[in-house]
């Protein structure tokens, strides 16, 4: 089986890529990076999921609570019941996609991977740049002039964001059929102190209303 | 004074770019990355270096030994009295250019810095692709699609790469005449138990012939 390398946080979204990266042929190599999350919640959702989907994870540990900026690693409140859309959100974190597919791709060369999963949206995103075609575009043309591998002519880079397009309602009713065990997923950016999602982030939102309309049960507990 | 982030080792080059981003009017923030070096020298100088030329450094952790694949981060042994040139080396670092660059674009974005510099060099480089004009360039297109601050025109960012096609004497006569103080400053890839270099590896080797090519006393102690 042909490698990939899947960037995982054990939510919805990422959950569903990590099904679709299997489905397209490849062995999956999750990845998740501790960079900083405001709990831990996301990182364990992550190990249960990739055992439940019986996928072997590496975890990287980041401090981007060195460079702040965001809600997702700063001490700044996350908003609850804000208008999504129109500005980017203070939970946007500077270039975060850009370093977490910087490391995807480092461990794509040292598997001898040349695909990369990225389970960014265009459509239901709640306002960030780097979840954007331009932006996916632009690192696979860096992937390709950055490493050993690309110049030695031993890896052609692929950079696959296959949930580009689809709305959330489409994300979940995709990941249902491929089995994704949603009800260990967890996207909260502020869950309670029993990790129970808030139900009024962004995250939280775009995620309730994704279930219903795609027909599906949500399984969250909700705080 | 218009500021810019300057990706910093505390080695003979990030020391000079430093000094050079300086010379040509930015106030420098220093950027390190303690990414699971073999030793902590390097990060030793780089707070002594950054210290002496005055300049704020900002360290952040990452541990790249969970990927592993280079002699810098997992337990291979750096070669010594090997031919520099050719094919690429045991040292280089799986995309590790990629994510500092990435790490350095998002604190130039929270500080408000549209300015990078990188001490790359491919003249007397050791062969690593991520050292090429090529790199470079494709970073910087990256960064203009990545950032909240570029999609909403409020930076167009520059990767300033000022040693890109100038040897190591050339590199060394400049910081000279810019007063860098490369008595504090450490290039060795394995250092004995006192920090002193070897003079054996490849880095060892490219600065020890860079200062008697570019007729500076070397005030590096070699073990």
Redesign the interface.
Same mark, same amino acid.
């Given at each position: 089986m042909t490698p990939a390398v899947v960037l995982f946080s054990g939510g919805v979204d990422s959950s569903t890529c990590l099904a679709i990266a299997r489905q397209e042929g490849f062995a999956p190599h999750a990845l998740a990076v501790r960079y900083g999350q405001r709990h831990a919640h996301e990182l364990g959702a992550a190990e249960r999921v990739a055992a439940a989907m019986g996928v072997p994870l590496?975890?990287?540990?980041?401090?981007?609570r &060195?460079?702040?900026?965001s809600a997702l690693t700063a001490e700044l409140p996350v908003p609850k019941d804000a208008p999504i859309g129109g500005s980017?959100p203070v939970t946007?974190?500077?270039?975060?996609?850009?370093?977490l597919l910087?490391?995807a791709?480092?461990?794509a060369?040292?598997l001898g991977a040349q695909d990369l999963y990225i389970g960014v949206n265009a459509i239901d995103y709640s306002g960030?740049?780097?979840c954007?075609p331009? %932006?996916v575009q632009? %690192?696979e043309?860096? &992937?390709n002039?950055?490493?050993?591998a690309?110049?030695?002519g031993r890896a052609r880079y692929r950079v696959h964001a296959p949930l580009l397009t689809l709305s959330k309602a489409e994300i979940i009713r995709r990941g249902a059929q491929l089995g994704v065990p949603y009800a260990l997923t967890h996207s909260c950016y502020d869950p309670d102190s029993f990790g129970r999602a808030c139900g009024r982030c962004d995250s939280c939102r775009l995620r309730r209303q994704g279930f219903a309309e795609a027909g599906v049960p949500d399984p969250t507990p909700y705080a």
């Amino acid at each position: 089986m042909t490698p990939a390398v899947v960037l995982f946080s054990g939510g919805v979204d990422s959950s569903t890529c990590l099904a679709i990266a299997r489905q397209e042929g490849f062995a999956p190599h999750a990845l998740a990076v501790r960079y900083g999350q405001r709990h831990a919640h996301e990182l364990g959702a992550a190990e249960r999921v990739a055992a439940a989907m019986g996928v072997p994870l590496k975890v990287i540990g980041l401090d981007l609570r &060195a460079i702040g900026g965001s809600a997702l690693t700063a001490e700044l409140p996350v908003p609850k019941d804000a208008p999504i859309g129109g500005s980017i959100p203070v939970t946007y974190v500077p270039a975060r996609n850009t370093v977490l597919l910087g490391l995807a791709l480092g461990y794509a060369e040292t598997l001898g991977a040349q695909d990369l999963y990225i389970g960014v949206n265009a459509i239901d995103y709640s306002g960030y740049p780097d979840c954007r075609p331009a %932006f996916v575009q632009a %690192f696979e043309a860096l &992937a390709n002039v950055a490493t050993a591998a690309a110049i030695e002519g031993r890896a052609r880079y692929r950079v696959h964001a296959p949930l580009l397009t689809l709305s959330k309602a489409e994300i979940i009713r995709r990941g249902a059929q491929l089995g994704v065990p949603y009800a260990l997923t967890h996207s909260c950016y502020d869950p309670d102190s029993f990790g129970r999602a808030c139900g009024r982030c962004d995250s939280c939102r775009l995620r309730r209303q994704g279930f219903a309309e795609a027909g599906v049960p949500d399984p969250t507990p909700y705080a």
